[in-house]
């Protein structure tokens, strides 16, 4: 059973930085197809970032070039750099992993393990 937890979200202005980080245990398999999803209040959860096992990443429109996802396959650990920060961003972020086979799609429905989610706020 794969376990996620996430950390690093919080408050910040406008046109800052934040990087998040996603910590998995028990079971894990660098097959894994990783990703990052969030979650505004009366939105639906929408896919943000995602990597799979050959270090393949795919991300959302509204995020490209100012979100970077990779991973530490040695630590078991994800990560969301998110640069540039617009008030738009506020939401909850969460982790998320889908096992093989699996695609790195955006959508959230094949992946299988989520972590409680972290929350980003920022302020225009």
């Known amino acids: 059973q794969v376990q996620l937890e996430e950390s690093g979200g919080g408050s910040v202005q406008g046109g800052g930085s934040l990087r998040l980080s996603c910590v998995a245990s028990?079971?894990?398999?660098?097959?894994?197809?990783m990703g990052w999803f969030r979650q505004a209040p009366g939105k639906e959860r929408e896919g943000v970032a995602t990597i799979i096992r050959d270090g393949i990443t795919k991300y959302g429109d509204s995020v490209k070039g100012r979100f970077t996802i990779s991973k530490d396959n040695a630590k078991n650990t994800l990560y969301l750099q998110m640069n540039s920060l617009k008030p738009e961003d506020t939401a909850m972020y969460y982790c998320?992993?889908?096992?093989?086979?699996?695609?790195?799609?955006?959508?959230?429905?094949?992946?299988?393990?989520w972590g409680q989610g972290t929350q980003v706020t920022v302020s225009s």
């Open positions: 998320a992993a889908d096992s093989p086979p699996c695609t790195g799609t955006l959508s959230v429905f094949p992946y299988n393990y």
């Open positions: 028990g079971y894990t398999s660098r097959k894994y197809c």
